[in-house]
């Protein structure tokens, strides 16, 4: 057995941050390689403060930001987007992330204007944010047609071709601002109004959310659409709601909703490309596991990968139910590894549809429509989700570990657990957790 074959089956058995901490105790950092470690300790902050543009630490190998020229709004690359950075195999990266709430067309497309209203003083509101409000123009925006993710990259990394699998390391997460925006809007959301009118299966036409009688989409003016936004500031790295009578308080769980490669092709606004539907190139994944700390394996489609983030959430439920997580900006530093075909650097399903990890679960995950607007039509079943993530569980551990499948069939009833990721991006998803303690 090599050395590589060595370091990955411990780290199967370990976990990642245990098999680091394993190797520095034996003093064998330099006898392992390959993707099987992580460069740096993962953190998250959420220290309040305001994280402009460049200022601050930053300690990736890189650099990118987020501008009118490095960012599309409402799109993800296709296949032959120019790169805006282009980095090695195995070195990090990182990126200021924007968040689209407050700046998007139903909240005014201005957020200097759209926080101030919620007491936030002009200085504390990311500059890049307002360029990005009031000068994005590389694409044409149609609030009702656009995704709403400011979207940043792509990244080139070298090496990556198709065939290959990009590991995403998330090393660490930063507040950039001290608050965050949960928005739900009409025809959108676990509850949201059918198109034709009715509400849908399951829900009397009263509870739908937000109430029918606020829909104000016929006017075509998108601040008057009726959508809700829920200003949250940050207090002592939890969320604060006023609930009227009461306030609520909860934990943030930062992490990076959108990690995607290039999928798909077309012109830059081409209905595949939107940014709304996850698909096997990653994107709008957004399952709240994917925090610093983990690994994200997705599969190449295009030389150099293309590496993209956006969507950044400060904390989400499983099911992301009334639409939005709890937006905010984040500062997030990558590692971004290319790993080959029989290298043993990442799980065998991983070639071929977005696969997850952290210290204590295996991720494997289900989507009802995994090649998003491609193929006409748009399935959000998720029964079909679902069942894909168990079969994705399954080619995992008959694979990967060697379990018999009947009896793997078996332990994934009995111990492991199958997770609504998202119900809101028309493709839904589903993810399972599988805990790495429980195969000895």
């Known amino acids: 057995m090599t050395s590589r074959e060595i370091s990955d089956l411990i780290s199967f058995k370990l976990g990642r941050r245990n098999f680091l901490q394993a190797v520095l105790a034996l003093g064998a950092a330099g006898a392992v390689s390959g993707c099987s470690s992580h460069a740096t300790p993962a953190r998250s902050s959420v220290a309040a403060g305001i994280l402009n543009a460049g200022m601050g ?3 990736g190998d890189h650099y990118l930001s987020s501008t009118p020229d490095t960012v599309l709004w409402g799109y993800v ?3 032959h987007t120019p790169p805006t950075l282009q980095i090695r195999s195995g070195e990090t990266v990182t990126v200021d992330t924007v968040s689209h709430e407050g700046l998007l067309e139903d909240q005014g497309r201005d957020p200097e204007t759209f926080f101030g209203h919620h007491g936030v003083a002009s ?9 990005i409000a009031a000068s994005y123009s590389r694409t044409p925006r149609d609030f009702d047609l656009d995704g709403p993710h400011v979207v940043t990259g792509p990244i080139f990394v070298e090496g990556a071709q198709p065939g290959d699998v990009l590991k995403v390391e998330t090393l660490q997460t930063d507040l950039r601002v001290p608050y965050g925006v949960v928005s739900s809007r009409h025809g959108k959301g676990a509850l949201g109004i059918k198109p034709d009118g009715t ?7 009263s509870e739908v959310m937000p109430p029918t009688h606020t829909d104000g989409r016929e006017t075509g003016i998108p601040t008057d659409y009726g959508n809700i936004s ?3 500031p940050v ?3 939890h969320g604060i709601m006023d609930g009227g009578e009461s306030k609520i308080r909860f934990p943030l769980r930062p992490f990076m909703g959108m990690m995607g490669v290039a999928f798909a092709d077309g012109d830059p606004t081409a209905p595949q490309l939107n940014s709304i539907p996850p698909t096997l190139g990653g994107g709008n994944i957004d399952i709240r596991h994917l925090s610093a700390g983990s690994a994200f394996y997705l599969p190449v489609n295009t030389e150099g990968a293309l590496f993209y983030t956006g969507d950044p959430h400060m904390g989400m439920g499983d099911g992301e139910v009334a639409l939005t ?3 905010g900006s984040l500062r997030t530093t990558f590692k971004l590894t290319v790993c080959k075909p029989g290298s043993g650097d990442a799980p065998s399903i991983a070639f071929n549809y977005p696969f997850g990890e952290t210290d204590e679960h295996w991720i494997p995950i289900g989507l009802s429509d995994p090649d998003g607007s491609q193929g006409g039509g748009q399935n959000s079943d998720l029964n079909v989700a679902m069942r894909r993530a168990v079969v994705n569980a399954l080619d995992f551990l008959e694979s990967d570990l060697n379990i018999t499948r009947s009896v793997a069939y078996a332990y994934l009833s009995a111990a ?11 493709t839904t998803g589903v993810h399972g957790l599988i805990r790495k303690a429980d195969f000895i």
Do not use: C
């Not at 200085?123 to 360029?131: I, N």
């Not at 509400?199 to 036409?205: E, F, K, Q, S």
């Not at 492991?416 to 028309?426: E, K, L, P």
């Open 57 to 59: 630490p930053i300690p």
């Open 325 to 327: 997580a709890m937006e």
């Open 230 to 232: 829920v200003y949250t």
């Open 235 to 237: 207090e002592d790295g």
């Open 123 to 131: 200085s504390e509101v990311l500059e890049d944010a307002k360029d």
């Open 416 to 426: 492991a657990d199958f997770t609504i990721s998202q119900v809101v991006d028309r």
């Open 77 to 79: 690359p296709g296949l």
């Open 199 to 205: 509400p849908p299966a399951g829900i009397h036409i």
